[in-house]
Every structure is written in C-alpha cells, then in structure tokens.
C-alpha cells in the first residue's frame, strides 16, 4: 500500500499526515512552545534515588523532573560482555549529586516527568547507533533471511574502521548499498563525538543534543523508496527538505513537493476532518454498528457495537461481521488517535472459536503496518482481547484538548434536580450559622427555573420551615452545578 507524507507548517505549529492509500493513519503535531522531548540528550543530575521503587529522580532542566528506572540505566560491564540487562541495586548504579548524560524516552505525560535513560540511542536515516552497546541488531520488519545475513555482514566489516558502539539496522535500511551504510555510520561516529565533547562541557540541566524537528524527522523516518512524493506547504520548509533528503536520502531527491494551491492543504485532503473525527468517542462503522473509545490515565477502554446492523443471515454472522469490520478501523483509530498503554478491547461476544480467532488475527494483520511496538493476548474468558501499544507521545487528544473546566473532565454534570437538593442542604447550613433574615441564591437559569416550577413547593416549605425569605438570582455566567447562598 502506497504511503504519502503531508506536512502543514504555520509559524507556530507544524502538522504532518501520514497516508497510506489515501486514507489518513497517522497525525503528528508539533508546536513551537510544547516541542516534543524523545531523543533529546541532557546533562542531569541526581536529585534523589529511591531504592524502593529501583528508581531516581534527575533534574534534566526540564519543566518537572524527569525519572530514571535502574532497568533504563546502562551498566559498563553488560555493556562490555554484551550481557543481558539485567537491573543492578540502584544504589549501586547511581547517587543524589551524580551528573550522568540521559536521553528521554517518553515525553512528559499528564502528571508524569519525562522517562530517562542512560542508554544513548541515535538514529540516522539507516542505522541507529548505540554508543554505550556493542553487537549488531536488524529491525524485525526486516524479514528476509538472505537480507538479513547481507546487511550484518556489512556492518560487521565496516565495524572495526569504526568507533566502538552497537549498531542496528532500521527498516528503511533493505536493500540499502554498502556504501550508504558506511556513510551513515560515519556520520553517526562523528554525531556521537560532537555529543560527547559537548557534554563535557555542559553544565547540569543544559541540553546536549535535540532530534530534529518533526518535518525532518518525518523525511528520515518514515519516508521509504516505495512512498509517494512527499509534500509540504511551506516553500522554506519545502527547501529545507529538499536539502536534507539531497544530502542524507538521495532516494527521496526530487520527490519533496511544494503545495502551492489556494486551498488549505490539510482541507483539501479531509485530514481537517479526519482531526475532528478522532476527538469523539464514537467511530462509525460502515455496516451501521460502532465503537466507543474511552481514553482513562489507566488504560484505553474500546467497546464494540452491532448498532443498527442486524445482517442478512444468523445472529453469529452479524456478529462475526461486525466484528471483523471492528478489528481493522480500531487498529487504524489507535494510530490515528496515537493511543498508548494497556487497550481493553469489548468485541461482541462470539460463541464460535473459530470466529474468535479470525477476529484476533484480523486485528493482528491490521496492526502489522503500525511503527509503534503492539502485543495482543488472545480472547479472554469474559470475550475481552487485551492488548499494549507502546507510548512515547501524547495521544491527539492530549495534545489538542484539555479536560472540561465544568466538569473537571469527568464528562458528565450534576442533573438540575440533584444541584437544586444541594442547595437546600447549603441553605440549611447558612441559616444555622447567619441571623440574616433573608438568604439570597445565585444560580445557574437551569436551576433557578427548576426551583421556580417543579421544586417551588419544596422551596415555600423551606422557607416558613427556616422562617426566612430565599431570593433566587439567575446566573447566566455560572456552570450548572454552581450556585451561592448569601445572607442579606
């Protein structure tokens, strides 16, 4: 399936749409105040280690503190041996003052610092370079058994010309020639001395190395041989690109496309769309059934449903339908959604195991295409598929929405009836505490009126019961679960 590259740049924000077959999978965003973390290479400094947890907290410079796990730390003598990782003592490893050079693995998340590690990795185009490893290791996309002997043999002689380090092949590298391999291992030698001669120098919380901007970031790693033209809309975004795939991607020379039309790229593609879809919680399916996606700070909860499908056959066959059907829009809607973590998948119950595992592989093949690591378990006994995608970014909505200042992003309100018996109690305990002959209620109009229709007889009785007068003022300003009693 033929993959094209979109970038949209404003001079705040910088969006990029992958498609593969015309169809929208994946959405990047990137703005110039909240630049994304991973890859970045800090010098830090130990705040505090916590043997309990096998974990430290390090000041990398960054808005929190970030948070270093023994297993994410790189121990000389496993480097050395090429041993397996296997977490020493914390207390060994590290102590409160220490500097050490860290990468970020996973970008600030909600409440959570940055993740760190000691093990500094660095892509280029083909490779990525392991400085503190040793050995040499093929991406799994890779699948060819001849490819794979020919792409380590090459490595394997190109190696001793080279700095010490661990080297692994990326799945753009297929078919690459020898001579692109060892011009991408050059550069990624000379990269690493320029990193390590800054980090001497580098004072604690100072940033040593940043990844490249999301455009370049795209052109280097997901742009293959096989993609379509890549295209952007900004005609100095479009230079630089075409610079940078001139001098590290000769592939891509010349397949770098300014977008000139009048017409906003993104709207003329339907990604604008597409954007908008992917923030609610129900997804359409095209039989007429649909899911509900709930994204929690535990897990992502996905629920599937026949709708207003009811099929042409038996009940199993609806179901088995729909459920097929579900299986690939959801793993489209985790890539699109970039949902990360644990994923509870609700798939309508099948009695059949023979249609539970053409369900589970269904889902498995729609995932084969997606760049983030995923596991699937199989069917559960209460007919749940649990499953992991591995998390490194925010998710769409993280990065456009924010929780609901009305209802704390519980996403629901207090009805008018239960604000309003609320309001009584408060009244109660005003009255208790003031002499105040009459209490004044500010309110949202939703309540108010509800007070004056249906609950009027309760409120008359409340007042001969306090033997005060209540004053009810609409607020138009206020939520409907705010309100205010005031003795006057």
């Not at 995608?389 to 909505?397: F, H, Q, Y």
Request: net charge negative.
């Amino acid at each position: 399936m033929s993959e094209e590259i979109l970038i949209s740049v404003t001079p705040r924000e910088t969006r990029a749409a992958l498609m593969e077959g015309g169809v929208l999978q994946e959405v990047y965003v990137e703005r110039t105040r909240r630049r994304g973390l991973v890859g970045n290479i800090y010098k830090g400094k130990v705040s505090r280690v916590l043997p309990g947890m096998q974990a430290a907290f390090v000041e990398a410079g960054l808005e929190r503190t970030a948070f270093l796990h023994a297993s994410d730390i790189l121990h000389p003598q496993h480097a050395a041996e090429d041993l397996p990782h296997t977490p020493a003592d914390i207390r060994k490893l590290l102590h409160e003052g220490q500097e050490v050079l860290v990468q970020v693995l996973k970008d600030p998340m909600g409440t959570k610092g940055a993740r760190l590690t000691t093990r500094i990795s660095i892509p280029s185009r083909y490779l990525v370079y392991m400085p503190g490893s040793t050995g040499i290791g093929l991406s799994t996309r890779i699948e060819d058994e001849a490819e794979r002997d020919r792409l380590r043999r090459v490595l394997e002689a190109f190696a001793p010309e080279l700095a010490p380090g661990g080297y692994i092949v990326r799945t753009a590298g297929e078919g690459a020639a020898p001579e692109a391999l060892r011009a991408d291992m050059l550069f990624l030698n000379k990269l690493w001395d320029s990193i390590r001669a800054q980090a001497e120098q580098a004072k604690p919380g100072e940033r040593v190395h940043e990844d490249l901007p999301l455009a370049l970031r795209m052109l280097r790693d997901l742009s293959g041989d096989a993609a379509q033209p890549v295209k952007v809309d900004s005609a100095e975004t479009w230079a630089r690109l075409d610079g940078f795939a001139r001098m590290f991607i000769p592939a891509m020379s010349g397949r770098v496309e300014h977008y000139g039309d009048a017409r906003p790229m993104f709207e003329q593609y339907g990604i604008e769309e597409e954007i908008q879809r992917a923030l609610e919680r129900k997804v359409p399916l095209k039989s007429g059934g649909y899911l509900i996606i709930d994204q929690t700070e535990a897990m992502t909860t996905i629920d599937v449903n026949t709708g207003a499908y009811v099929g042409h056959r038996t009940l199993e066959d609806t179901i088995l339908k729909t459920n097929l059907e579900a299986a690939v829009v959801i793993a489209r809607q985790l890539r699109l959604r970039n949902l990360g973590g644990i994923i509870i998948i609700d798939f309508i119950d099948m009695t059949e195991d023979g249609h539970k595992q053409a369900v589970l592989e269904t889902l498995q093949q729609a995932l084969v295409r997606d760049h983030a690591k995923t596991q699937v378990t199989a069917v559960s006994a209460l007919g749940l598929v649990e499953m992991t995608r591995k998390r490194t970014r925010e998710s769409l909505e993280h990065v456009l929405c924010e929780p609901c200042p009305t209802c704390q992003g519980r996403g629901s309100l207090k009805t008018a009836e239960t604000v309003s018996y609320e309001l009584f109690r408060e009244v109660q305990r005003v009255s208790r505490q003031s002499p105040a002959a009459e209490l004044r209620v500010l309110a949202a109009p939703e309540v108010v009126d509800l007070l004056l229709d249906e609950e009027s007889a309760d409120l008359a009785d409340l007042q001969n019961q306090l033997g005060k007068s209540i004053k009810l003022q609409s607020e138009a300003l206020y939520t409907q679960e705010q309100f205010d009693v005031v003795p006057i």
